[in-house]
């Protein structure tokens, strides 16, 4: 069933202003935009460091292998 309308008396006071709010929400952004901003960073030197990382494997396997193959070589006469 239908509920009586409200009379224009009922009408609740306005919700009291907290001057802090403002604030503590002004700080929490800055602080979630800053953690943001840091998240893309870190993701970018890791990205970096994989890369130098794998090119370093990979110039010690080249040299590695021509160093074997240069024993090899040597300890058959080739």
């Known amino acids: ?19 802090g709010a403002v604030d503590r929400a002004y700080r929490f952004h800055r602080a979630k935009r800053r953690a943001r901003e840091e998240r893309v960073r870190e993701r970018g030197l890791q990205r970096a460091r994989f890369w130098t990382v794998l090119l370093a494997l990979l ?20």
Do not use: K, N
């Not at 069933?1 to 919700?15: K, S």
């Not at 010690?60 to 090899?72: C, D, F, K, N, P």
């Open 59 to 78: 110039v010690l396997t080249a040299y590695l292998s021509v160093v074997v193959w240069r024993q090899i070589e040597q300890l058959f006469g080739l």
């Open 1 to 19: 069933m239908a509920e009586p309308a409200r009379r224009p008396d009922a009408v609740e006071d306005p919700p009291t202003y907290d001057p």
